[in-house]
């Protein structure tokens, strides 16, 4: 946006100003490359179409190309995209999807009420992101299928009119994390309908609401399932497992230092080498 004009034909040598403008002339195949500065309504940004299928979004430098989505919508794609290092800042709801495969790389994301909002059979691959205060990471529909690959969560919250969860899974959508660090988040992870979840190698710290009446890290419901594999869950401000579901399964790790009990279960509960420490 420094030097970009949206009357250029978006080349090298010639770059346009908004990323709405280059939606409409990029094809499949050909990759949108972001200079340093920041796109928002004030530099002409509307996001009055998708992304389309097949392009890819990439900062040329990391961190230094930073989308503002207040006053705007979300930034929906219309199919496969990949997205590389660009820094996404106060959106209602940063992403939407329904179709394809969006795989996302080193994206940071700030002070957005959702990060993604997906329905239908969409699939995320988000690798090393980074979230921060902001509200929930995902809420996930359909037979909607979102893997994280390392990355964090942080400081989100608090909202007691339950406007912050780490996400909501509903229908058949399934999550899998492996890596990740979930830390000082006012909200659950709540399983609804059909979905799974399954967590590997994890930690989640301080985990659910303070002082907005206690909850779960994870809160598991209906015909959901949960699966926790070699992850720790520290310090949860409520239970760390409310089990209300079809099928709750934890395999190694730890919980320790839960302010309620470590799981409440009123469902079907496999627990195999799992280490418990100083719960009430």
């Known amino acids: 946006p420094i030097s970009g004009d949206d009357t250029n034909d978006c080349s090298e040598a010639s770059p346009c100003q908004t990323l709405t403008h280059a939606i409409t002339i990029v094809e499949a195949g050909q990759t949108i490359y972001f200079g340093r500065g920041t796109y928002n309504d004030r530099s002409?940004?509307?996001?009055?179409?998708?992304?389309?299928?097949?392009?890819?979004?990439?900062?040329i430098t990391l961190g230094e190309a930073i989308i503002v989505g207040t006053n705007l919508p979300t930034l929906t794609f219309a199919g496969d995209a990949d997205v590389y290092y660009l820094r996404f800042q106060d959106f209602g709801r940063a992403i939407s999807a329904s179709t394809g495969t969006l795989n996302l790389n080193g994206a940071e994301f700030t002070g957005c009420g959702m990060?993604?909002?997906?329905?239908?059979?969409?699939?995320?691959?988000?690798?090393?992101?980074?979230?921060?205060?902001?509200?929930?990471l995902f809420n996930a529909r359909g037979i909607a299928e979102v893997n994280f690959s390392g990355g964090s969560f942080e400081t989100a919250g608090p909202n007691c009119s339950g406007g912050v969860e780490i996400g909501t899974a509903w229908e058949s959508?399934?999550?899998?994390?492996?890596?990740?660090?979930?830390?000082?988040?006012?909200?659950?992870?709540?399983?609804?309908?059909?979905?799974?979840?399954?967590?590997?190698?994890?930690?989640?710290e301080r985990v659910s609401t303070d002082g907005?009446?206690?909850?779960?890290?994870?809160?598991?419901?209906?015909?959901?399932?949960?699966?926790?594999?070699?992850?720790?869950?520290?310090?949860?401000?409520?239970?760390?497992?409310?089990?209300?579901?079809d099928s709750v399964r934890i395999t190694?790790?730890?919980?320790?230092?839960?302010?309620?009990?470590?799981?409440?279960?009123?469902?079907?509960?496999?627990?195999?080498g799992t280490s418990f420490r100083s719960n009430d």
């Open 44 to 59: 002409g940004e509307t996001f009055e179409n998708p992304v389309p299928a097949g392009v890819t979004l990439e900062a």
């Open 115 to 136: 990060v993604f909002d997906l329905s239908d059979n969409v699939t995320i691959n988000a690798t090393d992101i980074s979230v921060r205060e902001g509200g929930s």
């Open 173 to 204: 959508a399934q999550i899998n994390m492996d890596g990740m660090t979930i830390r000082d988040v006012y909200g659950s992870m709540s399983l609804r309908e059909a979905s799974s979840a399954t967590i590997q190698n994890s930690t989640f």
């Open 212 to 245: 907005c009446g206690r909850s779960a890290t994870f809160d598991c419901s209906d015909s959901a399932s949960l699966e926790l594999i070699d992850s720790y869950v520290r310090s949860s401000y409520g239970y760390a497992v409310l089990n209300q579901c």
């Open 252 to 272: 190694g790790g730890s919980i320790s230092n839960c302010e309620d009990y470590a799981i409440r279960s009123a469902g079907r509960l496999y627990i195999d």
